[in-house]
Antibody, heavy 117, light 112 residues
Framework: AVQLVESGGGLVQPKESLKISCAASGFTFSNAAMYWVRQAPGKGLEWVARIRTKPNNYATYYADSVKGRFTISRDDSKSMVYLQMDNLKTEDTAMYYC????????WGQGVMVTVSS | DVVMTQTPPSLSVAIGQSVSISCKSSQSLVYSDGKTYLHWLLQSSGRSPKRLIYQVSNLDSGVPDRFSGTGSQKDFTLKISRVEAKDLGVYYCAQTTHFPYTFGAGTKLELK
């Protein structure tokens, strides 16, 4: 069965950095585009970042709200995807979900990131 | 960005009733390959979202055929026949045709 397990969330202060991770299993990770989607408390879903596969040069894409501050990366040898979040703002407070494949096929359980002073 | 407008924002339903949720996009969701990348997700209380239907009308594995998706271009509908208690939660439409990918604001399905 497909599993996506996020980790690394927590409480940070504004302008600080945090790196969250997602461990994938149950599918051919290297063949799948990977995404991060977030959900602020009581709000809807917002796509954050995308990373494509090696044949597509690991191309990355970001929502305007995080461009220049967040970096998505992947390690195919470990079936891991990461989100490095720098210069965090209070409005980045959200549950962050790792999702796999092109059409939001699979979702992890999420990891909470809280940005507060 | 493509705006996804979902209606109604909430629905109160009795077990066994049928309901429909509308999702309208600000642009056509037909991709250059001829496919339409409009999907439906369910987020049950306290859980992560789960995809139910992909590319307008294809049910994911394990999704009962009480669920059906229809539509084209910019106008889509999710229908749930004979609602069961486990169907309750927030339904989202999502498009992966255009970047950035976008979601509807959600429709909360509650018990009457």
């Amino acid at each position: 069965a497909v599993q996506l397990v996020e980790s690394g969330g927590g409480l940070v202060q504004p302008k600080e950095s945090l790196k969250i991770s997602c461990a994938a299993s149950g599918f051919t990770f290297s063949n799948a585009a990977m995404y991060w989607v977030r959900q602020a408390p009581g709000k809807g879903l917002e796509w954050v970042a995308r990373i494509r596969t090696k044949p597509n040069n690991y191309a990355t894409y970001y929502a305007d709200s995080v461009k220049g501050r967040f970096t998505i990366s992947r390690d195919d040898s470990k079936s891991m995807v990461y989100l490095q979040m720098d210069n965090l703002k209070t409005e980045d407070t959200a549950m962050y979900y790792c999702t796999a494949a092109g059409d939001f096929d699979y979702w992890g359980q999420g990891v909470m990131v809280t940005v507060s002073s | 960005d493509v705006v996804m407008t979902q209606t109604p924002p909430s629905l109160s339903v009795a077990i066994g009733q049928s309901v429909s949720i509308s999702c309208k996009s600000s642009q056509s969701l037909v991709y250059s390959d001829g496919k339409t990348y409009l999907h439906w997700l369910l987020q049950s209380s306290g859980r992560s979202p789960k995809r139910l239907i992909y590319q307008v009308s294809n049910l994911d594995s394990g999704v009962p055929d009480r669920f059906s998706g229809t539509g084209s271009q910019k106008d889509f509908t999710l229908k749930i026949s004979r609602v069961e208690a486990k169907d309750l939660g927030v339904y989202y439409c999502a498009q992966t045709t255009h970047f950035p990918y976008t979601f509807g604001a959600g429709t909360k399905l509650e018990l009457k």
